[in-house]
């Protein structure tokens, strides 16, 4: 007879890896894994879309570490490009696209341009794109800013002719022509003496630093975005494009549902669009992520209820258990040869390793990186610990007028409420304990994950997913698995007590 109640779901506490035969040394281990059908992260770990983790800075952060940040869309279409322009311009190895100055603008825009951008120097171009000379800040130092806004570019700057290098130089020719003149920067030309990209020593020492870089075909760090797919949807969807943004991530609490789906199924057949890769989501089961299979999406997010600030499943008694969800969909995901990433109710680096066994090869996290020092907001301070805040976007604060205008409404399918006592919230406003910066967070989540694949005996993502094998537990063995009986005395970078 048919069971009204189903099968039973599970999630992260319900369950862990059993430790298979293993002689890998720690060098063996390579955590390269898809976020998409065409993007893949040598770190796989993604940054919420969520207005108290993800801007530009998260985004570069991220990046730099061999994962991708989505950047949030509480904000407007021209605020939200322009974000992704900022981390598509960052420094690493050469910049095909840096930003310039005309000769006729002022001291005060240069400098106003020099802060937005956090770079120092630019190269000055006339109106037919040709390399006129170059502009930093130091040549800022000799003119009083009372004069600023009087005095042009053109003044101040290092005129051509310049040391210049060729557009396909090698890094080897280019670091050869930066010792020989001692130069801070060397503009890149094409024959017709028009600017083709610029190095910088300091992009050069940072490619180094990074080495795990997540970068486009060009050399730029990757970067996603949210978009929804009521009203003006199209159109951010489209400007983001524009502005070069490598993956757009439908972002809704409910994922399968027609004006979305077909909303992925349009961004991968318009020709404006389809170069794009597009994660469709939020799905929890099987058929919701065949939908987006269907539909042609790149990539499927998965999680309905389980976040951190998520009150869905009390509001609404909607969900499935994270784990569950993340197999479920899987099953027809992973047929199709389409990675799912698994969104939220991670607390600890050992659930990254439960989320891939379980099916995902990405995860998402929110409450784990909004207390880094690039999530934005400053910390608060409470009774002497640091804190930052971390909210929901379905919350009162990201839905409501207050404070600013709402951009993310239809997350949770309430685009139309325009009085903010109609609200109903899915979410809460909280804060997190100030963790330092991302790269010692990340350190760890990626140490963690490294540590789960040695145990199991995996050297990759792949082998990960094959060889690994759950055990379901009961609450006697998570009382078991927590550090028990004993007082914290010290703080430890990877575990705090719940
Ligand atoms: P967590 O990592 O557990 O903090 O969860 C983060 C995820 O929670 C986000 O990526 C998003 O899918 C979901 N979210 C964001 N806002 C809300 C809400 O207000 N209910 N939920």
């Given at each position: 007879a048919h069971d009204p109640f189903g099968f039973t779901g599970l999630t992260y506490d319900d369950v862990l890896l059993l430790p298979g035969y293993s002689d890998l040394a720690?060098?063996?281990i390579d955590t390269t894994s898809r976020l998409t059908r065409e993007i893949s992260l040598r770190v796989p770990l993604v940054s919420a879309a969520m207005d108290t983790v993800t801007e530009s800075r998260m985004a570069i952060a991220m990046a730099r570490q061999g994962g991708i940040g989505v950047l949030h869309r509480n904000l407007s279409i021209e605020d939200q490009a322009y974000q992704v322009d900022l981390v598509k311009r960052t420094q690493t190895g050469i910049i095909s696209n840096p930003v310039t100055i005309g000769p006729d603008a002022t001291l005060e825009e240069l400098d106003t341009l020099a802060g937005e951008y956090r770079i120092s120097g630019f190269p000055v171009l006339d109106a037919e794109g040709r390399l006129i000379g170059i502009v930093t800040n130091r040549d800022l130092r000799f003119t009083p800013v009372a004069e600023w806004a009087g005095t042009k570019v053109s003044e101040v700057m290092t005129p051509a002719p310049l040391i210049t290098g060729p557009a396909g130089i090698t890094r080897e020719e280019a670091t050869g022509l930066l010792r020989k003149h001692k130069l801070e920067r060397l503009p890149l030309v094409d024959d017709g003496g028009r600017l083709a990209g610029l190095i910088t020593v300091k992009d050069f020492v940072k490619s180094e630093q990074f080495p795990n870089a997540s970068k486009d075909g060009q050399g730029r760090l990757l970067v996603g975005a949210a978009i929804g797919y009521f009203g003006d949807a199209w159109k951010r969807a489209t400007t983001l494009v524009e502005a070069g943004v490598d993956v757009l991530v439908a972002d809704t609490a409910h994922g399968n549902v027609r004006m979305l789906i077909e909303m992925v199924q349009r961004l991968k057949s318009d020709p404006a669009t389809r170069d794009v890769q597009v994660i469709g989501g939020n799905v929890a089961t099987r058929e919701g992520a065949q939908s987006f299979v269907d539909a042609g999406a790149d990539g499927i997010k998965v999680g309905v209820g389980p976040g951190s600030i998520c009150t869905t499943r009390v509001v609404t008694g909607v969900g499935v258990p994270q784990i569950t969800a993340v197999y479920e969909a899987s099953l027809s995901a992973r047929a199709a040869g389409v990675p799912v990433i698994a969104d939220g109710?991670?607390?600890?680096?050992g659930e990254i390793g439960k989320a891939i066994v379980a099916g995902a090869e990405a995860v998402m996290l929110g409450s784990m990186l909004a207390?880094?020092?690039?999530?934005p907001g400053d910390t608060i301070l409470v009774s002497g610990k640091q804190y930052k805040a971390y909210r929901g976007m379905g919350s009162m604060g990201a839905m409501s007028s207050r404070g600013k205008k709402s951009y993310s409404k239809d997350r949770y399918f309430q685009a139309e409420v325009t009085d903010d006592d109609m609200i109903v919230p899915e979410g809460i406003e909280g804060q997190v304990p100030y963790k330092g910066t991302l790269q010692a967070v990340a350190h760890q989540l990626v140490g963690g994950l490294h540590q789960s694949m040695f145990y199991v005996g995996a050297r990759t993502i792949p082998e990960l997913q094959s060889k690994g094998r759950f055990v379901r537990i009961t609450s006697a063995s998570l009382t078991e698995s927590h550090p028990h009986d004993v007082q914290m005395i010290a703080d430890s970078p990877n575990y705090t007590r719940r």
């Open positions: 720690p060098s063996d109710g991670m607390r600890h680096s207390g880094t020092e690039e999530a």
